[in-house]
């Protein structure tokens, strides 16, 4: 069964830094693209960004680029996001997924960008 | 940046009729390999969403054939036969030919 726990959300200032970790398991996690995905509460989702299985392609959306940074780790089965330079309107739960269209995905962590 | 518009926003339903949602794209989701990656989830209310279909028409495993999905080109549908109540929530289309956007979500309600 895929199972993907993500950690690492709380409460941080404007223009603070956050690190998002996603813990994969039941399948082969280095055989797979590996995505972020976001929603802001009450609203819908926002494709974040997005890395292939040996993290030679990198994707992100407009909202987040040169602030945030997608990694992975084949050997821990783990993708990261770090998050910089963060704003108000990041606020948001994060929700890992699995593959480039996101077949399944974890139940989120949430990040609360606020003074 | 690719578009995708969802209608209706709000969908009331009886149990047991048939629902219909469209999801428009601003350009033609055929990527260059032939396929059209056009994907359909389901958020239940305070869950995390769930993939119904993929490549426009394929049903994701355990996934009640009551879904099903039809389009081509930039025009999609997502249509359940016979409503029933787990059936509730928000759903999402999502292209993934030219990079990813999710369409605004349409709540269907009973």
């Known amino acids: 069964e895929v199972q993907l726990l993500e950690s690492g959300g709380g409460l941080v200032q404007p223009g603070g830094s956050l690190r998002l970790s996603c813990a994969a398991s039941g399948f082969t996690f280095s055989n797979y693209a590996m995505a972020w995905v976001r929603q802001a509460p009450g609203k819908g989702l926002e494709w974040v960004s997005a890395?292939?299985?040996?993290?030679?392609?990198?994707y992100y959306t407009d909202a987040v680029k040169g602030r945030f940074t997608i990694s992975r780790d084949n050997s821990k089965n783990t993708v990261y996001l770090q998050m910089s330079s963060l704003r108000a309107d990041d606020t948001a739960v994060y929700f890992c997924?699995?593959?480039?269209?996101?077949?399944?995905w974890g139940q989120g962590t949430l990040v609360t960008v606020s003074s | 940046d690719v578009v995708m518009t969802q209608s209706p926003l709000s969908l009331p339903v009886t149990l047991g009729q048939p629902a219909s949602i469209s999801c428009r794209s601003s350009q033609s989701l055929v990527y260059s390999d032939g396929n059209t990656y056009l994907n359909w989830f389901h958020q239940r209310p305070g869950q995390s969403p769930r993939r119904l279909i993929y490549k426009v028409s394929n049903r994701d495993s355990g996934v009640p054939d009551r879904f099903s999905g039809s389009g081509s080109g930039n025009d999609f549908t997502l249509k359940i036969s016979r409503v029933e109540a787990e059936d509730v929530g928000v759903y999402y289309c999502?292209?993934?030919?030219?990079?990813?956007?999710f369409g605004q979500g349409t709540k269907l309600e009973i």
């Open positions: 997924a699995v593959n480039w269209n996101c077949d399944h």
């Open positions: 890395i292939s299985n040996n993290a030679d392609r990198k």
């Open positions: 999502m292209q993934g030919s030219h990079l990813y956007t």
